[in-house]
């Protein structure tokens, strides 16, 4: 028997004797009758392990670590109208390529019109809703749904699967949606930040095989879409390509070019810029997506106001809140954020605009709980009055079709990755048809 058996023990004796009860101590478990340990020993716990949580210790429940929004859909409200039924029998039915589908716009007596651009919560969950139907109405299995998806011949693909689940979404094309299913099914996608080593397979694969993407993405073990993407922004042209904050030269000489490209030739320069040729004519030392972040970030504005760096105020935010409002949507995914700029409110980009809305959304308590209507509910009520306009921030807006040449900018770092827009397969799409990948 131990020591502190014996103490107690002897305690016990006098407690008896004495006729005083000897209270229990907290925590002591009395010895079973044949064994002389007080406390069964523990196993011995392997060497190395990570220190028990806080939680734990405390007998708490972990502190939520969600970081997205998990998004609230009301899909009871009337979506947008299908529009001319023998357009949206043609849409779901004919596949078309976005050569043929401009053309068809321009060809069609009643008006085609189709929806492009990043797919939205609400179409996400329309499809995700007919292809269970689909597959519940004809009896498939998992893998049986993964083969018609995933048919390798493209001859032999399932034309009554993608009619049925493309007519479920209002003016969207079967070939969108044919691309975009493809994409977020594939087994392979989201994996994760690219190694070294898949870097080098990657360039080796190219090498060899030139930019066969689907085989490519065999080799690598990436989607064809994800090898692409990391190809063209981050492979191709390492050797000279410069990272870092852009000099003052380097910001005059990507103005001159978009000006010279854009303005120029009558066309947009917020939308209709070939990103892949203006880095070729920065001989390759920013990347197209470095080029297309720099400009539509920071220099777009700049040269739009004159040369002076804009800075956003309460009355841009007013604007923003009712052009949101007015609009009318279920939910913000459902936006199309190159539609708010008009010719006098024009200095910002689909981007930053997208950010400054959810800066104003994450800043009322419990927005994760809402839905799109509740979040505009609250947002209508704190921007109901237009805010007086502060004579030291007054600017000049000038539109740029009015720009003849461009303003010297003020210096401006680049910003964050741009934001998935302007494709009718869902993907982040510049106006050459190229694609931003996800981990940059």
């Given amino acids: 028997m131990s020591k502190l058996a014996g103490v107690l023990k002897t305690l016990g004796d006098a407690a008896a004797a004495a006729n005083v009860p000897l209270g229990v101590l907290p925590g002591f478990i009395p010895p079973l009758p044949g064994h002389s340990n007080i406390h069964p020993q523990p196993p011995p716990q392997p060497m190395g392990q990570p220190p028990s949580t806080s939680g734990a210790i405390l007998n708490t429940a972990p502190k939520s ?25 043609m849409l779901a039915n004919k596949w078309m390529n976005a050569t043929k589908l401009a053309e068809m716009v321009k060809t069609q007596g ?16 329309q499809l995700r809703a007919a292809i269970e139907a689909f597959k519940v109405g004809r009896g498939l299995t998992n893998d049986q749904l993964q083969d018609i998806i995933f048919q390798k011949n493209e001859k032999g693909k399932d034309n009554a699967f993608w009619s049925e689940i493309t007519s479920a979404l209002a003016l969207r094309p079967i070939i ?28 080796q694969s190219v090498a060899d095989l030139g930019q066969q993407w689907e085989k490519v993405s065999e080799i690598v073990g990436r989607m064809s879409s994800d090898c692409r993407d990391r190809y063209r922004n ?11 904050v852009w000099t ?9 070019i978009v000006t010279e490209m854009t303005i120029q030739q009558g066309k947009d320069f917020d939308n209709d810029v070939f990103w892949g040729k203006v880095s070729d004519r920065m001989g390759n030392r920013r990347g197209r997506q470095q080029c297309r972040i720099k400009w539509t970030d920071s220099l777009s504005k700049t040269v739009k106001n004159e040369g002076q760096k804009p800075r956003w105020s309460a009355q841009d935010a007013y604007i923003l809140v009712h052009k949101v409002d007015s609009m009318n949507v279920r939910d913000d995914t459902e936006i199309d954020w190159k539609t708010l700029p008009d010719s006098d409110w024009n200095l910002w980009s689909a981007h930053s605009l997208q ?11 419990g ?40 303003a010297e900018p003020e210096p401006g770092d680049a910003g964050p990755s741009g934001i998935q827009e302007g494709a009718s397969d869902g993907q982040d799409r510049d106006a050459d048809g190229s694609t931003d990948d996800s981990d940059a």
């Fill in 355 to 365: 950010r400054r809305w959810l800066t104003m959304k994450r800043g009322i308590k």
């Fill in 110 to 125: 009643n008006g085609l019109v189709y929806k492009k651009g990043k797919f939205s919560a609400i179409e996400e969950e």
């Fill in 234 to 244: 981050h492979i191709a042209n390492r050797e000279v390509r410069v990272t870092g």
């Fill in 248 to 256: 003052k030269e380097e910001e005059e000489e990507l103005t001159a």
């Fill in 65 to 89: 670590t969600k970081t997205t929004h998990k998004r609230v859909l009301d899909m009871s409200l009337p979506g947008p109208d299908h529009g001319n039924p023998d357009h949206a029998h």
């Fill in 367 to 406: 927005y994760e709980d809402m839905t799109h209507q509740e979040i505009m509910d609250i947002l209508r009520v704190k921007k109901a009055h237009l805010p007086p306009t502060s004579a030291a921030r007054k600017r000049k807006v000038t539109s740029a079709a009015n720009i003849d040449e461009p």
């Fill in 176 to 203: 969108a949606v044919y691309h975009h299913v493809r994409r977020a099914f594939h087994p392979k996608k989201q994996q994760g930040k690219w190694m070294p080593e898949e870097d080098a397979v990657l360039k």
